[in-house]
């Protein structure tokens, strides 16, 4: 009963570098959604999915990229890292009204 | 497009006295509505939701909110803070239709609680 696992939960990367947060799920939802979290700024949507190979843009997709190979996996791609990118990311799932959040990637771009 | 909006980026109560926690969305179909809660360091925590039904919904750890169509509003309150209250909380939104379960959050507000 994992719910909605993200890794690393910390990093810090150098302006120019790459990584992918990963997001996995055991509970079989087909919405999927990252967040990402600036103090003072609420939560905003970078991408989500609503299944396996269906993915769209959010609020602030600039410089992500995701892929939804399978249900379970919705992993974050960060491939230019710039410091704007310093933030706190947050995955989620969902069944009907009801949501599952990860416990966060804090992301440091120096 | 819908939006929220929290009254107050900061609010301080002493211990014992009431919460109240300002939420006003726009939409222009009443959404389904959300309050979490987010400790330091920590995600996300669902204290209460309105989907359908009675407009006062009771959540978790003593807090509520009332669904206001009227006013287009979701205050969350409680009668009486603790110190383990202390936290930020995020009201959100989803409309009931077509969006595909897009959340938009509000701003976030940091509740003091002094003893």
């Known amino acids: 009963n994992a719910g909605v696992t993200q890794t690393p939960k910390f990093r810090i990367l150098k302006i120019g570098q790459s990584m992918t947060l990963q997001c996995a799920q055991d509970m079989n939802h087909n919405y999927m959604y990252w967040y990402r979290q600036d103090p003072g700024m609420g939560l905003k949507l970078i991408y989500y999915s609503v299944g396996a190979g269906i993915t769209d843009k959010g609020e602030v997709p600039n410089g992500y990229n995701v892929s939804r190979s399978t249900t379970e996996d919705f992993p974050l791609r960060l491939e230019l890292a710039a410091p704007s990118q310093t933030s706190v990311y947050f995955c989620?799932?969902?069944?009907?009204?009801?949501?599952?959040f990860g416990s966060g990637t804090r992301l440091t771009v120096v | 497009a819908q939006s929220v909006t929290q009254l107050g980026s900061h609010v301080s109560v002493s211990e014992g006295a009431l919460v109240l926690l300002r939420c006003n969305y726009s939409?222009?179909?009443?959404?389904?509505l959300f309050w979490y809660v987010q400790y330091p360091n920590q995600g996300l925590q669902l204290l209460l939701k309105y989907t359908t039904g009675a407009t006062l919904v009771k959540g978790i750890n003593g807090f509520e909110a009332e669904f206001k169509k009227s006013e287009t509003s979701f205050h969350l309150t409680k009668p009486s803070a603790h110190m383990s209250d202390a936290a930020e909380y995020f009201c959100a939104v989803t409309p009931r239709r077509t969006s595909y379960g897009k959340l938009t959050f509000g701003q976030g507000t940091i509740l003091t609680v002094h003893p």
């Open positions: 939409s222009s179909v009443p959404p389904y």
């Open positions: 989620a799932s969902r069944l009907d009204a009801g949501y599952t």
